[in-house]
């Protein structure tokens, strides 16, 4: 039972360089999110998805993109990475929307922008 | 806009002492209240959550929370921490949009 699945785990990238952050899950879960973790902020809010072909920002979108083409897959894009996008980066599911239901996480992927 | 205030960046306690961990939220409608974990290098889980009912939320490895409207509170409690209990741990709330709002984490630590 794989869950929800991040790929990949570690990632150093250049100034202005731009990558894909894959999310997947096995759930069959509407909702996804990718969320944003740096000390002593908690966990902030990138992008959402309440189902496929439906994508929405959250509270620090600027500097990425997301799509939602399939139910399982909900890939983050950053095009032009700057320091300020060192982070770790969590994809979170849910069966229903985020407010009533258990978001399940994925292990995260730690990015490095030099 | 809802948002959650985490009393305490850092709390210890001894093997065998209660655990209290403050929450406490703003939101001008009957919030969503959760409280999830993290384990060193992992993901968050959930531990416990207050939607609707009953206001003492038992969740699981013995943690528990009370939903206290007139003090705006959701503290999370365990009568007697054990070792693996030492984690971050989130606080969260969400009103009936489809996001959550994290507080900004309370790590604990727990001491033989």
């Known amino acids: 039972n794989a869950g929800v699945t991040q790929t990949p785990k570690f990632q150093v990238l250049k100034t202005g360089q731009s990558m894909t952050l894959q999310c997947a899950q096995d759930?069959?879960?509407?909702?996804m999110s990718w969320y944003r973790q740096d000390p002593g902020m908690g966990l902030r809010l990138i992008h959402y998805?309440?189902?496929?072909?439906?994508?929405d920002q959250g509270e620090v979108p600027n500097g990425y993109n997301v799509s939602r083409s399939t139910t399982e897959d909900f890939p983050l894009r950053l095009l032009s990475a700057a320091p300020s996008q060192t982070s770790v980066y969590f994809c979170?599911?849910?069966?229903?929307?985020?407010?009533?239901?258990?978001?399940?996480f994925g292990e995260g992927s730690r990015l490095t922008v030099l | 806009a809802q948002s959650v205030t985490q009393l305490g960046s850092h709390v210890s306690v001894s093997e065998g002492a209660l655990v209290l961990l403050r929450c406490n939220y703003s939101?001008?409608?009957?919030?969503?209240l959760f409280w999830y974990v993290q384990y060193p290098n992992q993901g968050l889980q959930l531990l416990l959550k207050?939607?609707?009912?009953?206001?003492l939320v038992k969740g699981i490895n013995g943690f528990e929370a009370e939903f206290k409207k007139s003090e705006t509170s959701f503290h999370l409690t365990k009568p007697s921490a054990h070792m693996s209990d030492a984690a971050e741990y989130f606080c969260?709330?969400?009103?009936?949009?489809?996001?959550?709002?994290f507080g900004k984490g309370t790590m604990l630590l727990v001491s033989p």
């Open positions: 759930m069959n879960h509407e909702y």
């Open positions: 998805s309440v189902g496929a072909g439906i994508t």
């Open positions: 207050y939607t609707t009912g009953a206001t």
């Open positions: 939101s001008s409608v009957p919030p969503y």
């Open positions: 979170a599911s849910s069966y229903q929307s985020a407010n009533t239901g258990e978001l399940f």
């Open positions: 969260a709330v969400s009103v009936r949009d489809s996001t959550l709002t």
